[in-house]
């Protein structure tokens, strides 16, 4: 329908600016020789309007003003797709395609044929980065319809598969997702990106991303499972990429703004200029958000800027520079007990717990071709951040006084990391095959600081005693050095075998001090000493994987890979100074690996689909177990007890379908209506010879073993609208599955289902936008807490709504 409400608008307007002529004109050239190429054709998508060049390359298209994906096109060669904006006259656009060696980036875009196709899957190869036969997802972020100022996730990620999901706080202010029985703690078991470079305070130290990019501001999501271990780092989850957006092609100055309001105090204001001068383009936005929360205690004022500068240098030299700024203060509601949940969802007993995040990420990005088939990428990055948490983190059944001083918590983080990538396309078997190689470096240095705050209600991040803090100072200085490659091996056009490996180094350290102190009943210190500690961990490891493609003609394909993984011990495995929780001083790394067997597919632009069995074997794997000790510090007491709880079997189905079944019927609706269902079935299980009897053959926490994204999509003209739903099984959160504990820390996270409509519609540079989440008020939680913002349960928001005006001029 999109296609042919566009065409016919597009008709329209061409007869009424008859008597004005104006459009596109332009050259369509060979990007090595600079020749004329006869009888390309350069056509509108969505459309079915387009122009042939004639013998001397030259092309007129004559279109109404407005904003367009142009598109060349000639057999043996790579399309090429350019964004333009015409406001009168005619505009020149050239364009220089690159011969059929290059083509791996595009013509194998299976599922990919344009934007009229739900875009889901990466290229093969993509700039100097290798894809294939990996599972992937891509996230066309314009083709959502939700609560994009808020960044729910539960609506972003719904076409994802298997996807367990955190919603931690009500603004969207920290992503938490994991999958295939990974922690969804701020998306720690992921590799988490934007554009191609790392976010999280330390990859591989403290991979916690305490910054995530606001959704109103990309253009793409890029998510790809465990097997991106060998390109992107060791992690079980795999690697997310936040793409940002880019100018439209040919339009100096483009400005937009988005400003929402909606429950509890919702207000967001999203800004951005953008623009195109021939060989530059830059993007500029900034974001401010706030809101009072679902609960009480829960308000929060967050801010991000983001800017870059993009210069083609020259016809093979491409330079970048971005910088990113996020700040934001957030007052924590605490946790409840399974009780006082059960009572009412919205109380709040913490009114004095706050948290502060600041974080800087300067980057530069260097693109250099060397000829048409090799070419090099080089990334360079740092972070200057840091993390306070303020606040009473005793059980929520204890009365949290006023008069109290509070426990703070500050962490420092500084990063500097650099990523070179190389890719080489030669002949072989007749084939045009691909090879990237990579190496990286990546330095840490992380200061951690726990003392007592003041009293009171305000957010004061002060320590008392700077000088002599209570608890403990350390830091965590981080090395990391790696060397990757991949190879694609095409045996034919069908077929093809891509190989890796993976050579890695971390350096994990720490250094610093913590107290040990025990007070009796009455409160007095009757024991109290400084414990000075020192620690070195250096490793070196190799990791193996390899990949197997079958494509049909009909753009269907067969997959399967089979990747390692290593997680190393990160910063807070090394020490916590709390009385209530144990670190086994014998702590090892955990690794394991992934494997895959796919098939999906784009078939006759009405289906879309993914479906795929995945086995996860994960050894050594760390985890909590409930210990009772009557000799701990002198004093019987029940404490959770972090060690490498033993080894996990994870296995299941992932499964993504799309259905147009209007499409179907006709391939020219008015009218367009498509279903989609994502759904995970899930096996977790300890294995049964376990060291730790206490956990032999239990479920594998954070593991729901249904997960279920389903809705439906229905678009008329300017006008769409989505209808979701979202059902989780319950799920155990530590390893010897516990029921129910009296403080809400664990215990079972019960089943729950979610309803959310959303819809926008769009009229000239204005769109309308609005939603209503939890559309049936459910009251639910995803999320156990044993530190901030709990501990215990962190309730999700009820029944809320949303607005959205979307202005671009």
């Known amino acids: 329908m999109k296609k042919y409400c566009i065409h016919i608008i597009l008709l329209i307007g061409i007869f009424q600016n008859a008597a004005i002529a104006q459009g596109l004109k332009g050259k369509v050239s060979d990007s090595e020789s600079n020749d004329a190429i006869e009888q390309a054709e350069i056509f509108v998508l969505d459309s079915n309007l387009k122009a042939v060049t004639d013998k001397k390359g030259n092309y007129k298209l004559e279109l109404p003003s407005g904003e367009y994906k142009v598109a060349a096109f000639y057999l043996g060669r790579q399309s090429e797709i350019k964004e333009i904006k015409i406001e009168s006259g005619w505009k020149t656009i050239n364009f220089s395609l690159k011969p059929l060696l290059e083509t791996l980036d595009e013509v194998k875009a299976y599922g990919k044929k344009s934007e009229v196709f739900n875009v889901t899957r990466l290229n093969p190869v993509e700039g100097t980065l290798i894809y294939e036969a990996k599972k992937n997802e891509v996230i066309n972020i314009d ?392 620690k070195n961990l250096d490793r070196s490891f190799i990791l193996g994987g390899i990949g197997i493609s079958y494509k049909t003609e009909s753009d269907l394909e067969v997959y399967s890979n089979i990747s390692m993984n290593y997680r190393g011990i990160n910063f807070n495995d090394l020490r916590v100074n709390n009385t209530n929780i144990l670190v086994d001083p014998n702590l090892k790394d955990e690794s394991g690996y992934n494997a895959d067997l796919g098939f999906r597919g784009n078939y006759s632009d009405f289906l879309n689909f993914d479906w795929s069995l995945f086995y996860l074997a994960y050894n050594d794997r760390l985890g909590a177990l409930l210990r009772y000790d009557d000799a701990i510090d002198g004093f019987p007491r029940i404490y959770r007890f972090r060690t490498n709880v033993g080894n996990a079997a994870i296995a299941g189905v992932e499964s993504y379908t799309e259905m147009n079944w209007s499409k179907f019927l006709n391939p020219k609706p008015i009218h367009e209506f498509s279903t989609f269902l994502n759904a995970a079935f899930i096996r977790g299980r300890y294995a049964e010879d376990n060291q730790e009897s206490a956990i032999a053959g239990n479920k594998v926490e954070l593991v729901p073993e249904v997960n279920i994204k389903t809705g439906l999509n229905y678009e008329w003209k300017s006008f769409s609208s989505t209808l979701q739903f979202t059902y989780l099984s319950e799920q155990y959160t530590e390893a010897t599955n516990a029921e129910r504990t009296a403080t809400g820390v664990d215990g079972i996270i019960p089943s729950f289902h979610v309803l959310d409509l959303s819809a926008k519609y769009k009229y000239k540079f204005a769109q309308l936008e609005a939603g209503i989440n939890n559309l049936t008020n459910n009251f639910y939680f995803t999320r156990r807490a044993t530190g901030y913002p709990g501990p215990g349960i962190i309730p999700s928001a009820g029944r809320n709504f949303y607005v959205t005006l979307d202005l671009k001029f």
């Open 143 to 534: 083709q959502l319809n939700g609560n994009l100022a808020t960044n729910n996730a539960r609506q972003v990620f719904a076409k994802v598969p298997g996807l367990n999901i955190w919603e931690s706080d009500g603004g969207g202010l920290q992503l938490g997702i994991g999958g295939r029985g990974l922690n969804p703690n701020r998306t720690s078991n992921f590799n988490t990106r934007q554009n191609g470079y790392d976010i999280s305070a330390d990859p591989l130290g403290y991979p916690e991303s305490y910054y995530t990019p606001p959704v109103e501001s990309l253009s793409k999501i890029e998510v790809v499972r465990g097997a991106a271990s060998l390109q992107y780092g060791s992690q079980f989850g795999g690697m997310i990429n936040f793409l940002f957006k880019r100018a439209p092609e040919g339009d100096p100055f483009q400005f937009h703004t988005r400003n929402t309001v909606g429950s509890f105090g919702l207000l967001s204001s999203y800004n951005s200029v953008t623009g195109n001068t021939g060989d530059m383009d830059y993007f500029v936005f900034y974001q401010r958000k706030q809101g009072d929360g679902f609960r009480d205690n829960e308000s929060f004022e967050s801010n991000t800027l983001f800017a870059d500068l993009n210069m083609n240098l020259t016809d093979k030299l491409y330079l970048c520079f971005e910088f990113t700024h996020m700040d934001y203060l957030a007052q924590q509601a605490g946790g409840l007990t399974d009780r006082m949940f059960e009572q009412d969802p919205t109380q709040s007993v913490r009114e004095r717990n706050w948290f502060a995040i600041q974080w800087n990420i300067p980057a530069m990005i260097v693109d250099y071709k060397f000829n048409e088939k090799t070419k090099i990428n080089w990334k360079t990055f740092g972070l200057v951040g840091s993390r306070k948490a303020l606040g009473n983190l005793e059980r929520v059944t204890q009365v949290d006084f006023p008069e109290e001083e509070r426990n703070l918590l500050w962490d420092d983080y500084e990063n500097f990391g650099s990523e070179l990538r190389f890719l080489h396309r030669y002949d072989l078997f007749g084939q045009i095959q691909a090879a990237a190689i990579g190496a990286r470096y990546f330095k840490g240095n992380t200061q951690q600081r726990q003392g007592l705050g003041p009293a009171g209600f305000e957010a004061d991040f002060r320590f008392n005693n700077p000088s002599e803090l209570e608890d403990l100072a350390f830091r965590y200085p981080s090395e990391n050095i790696a060397v990757f490659a991949e190879n694609i091996i095409n045996v034919n056009d069908k077929l093809s075998i891509t190989p890796g490996v993976r050579w890695e180094y971390i350096s994990t350290n720490s250094t610093g001090y913590y107290r040990n102190s025990v007070e009796d009943l009455a409160g007095n210190i009757i024991f109290d000493t400084t414990i000075y500690e020192s």
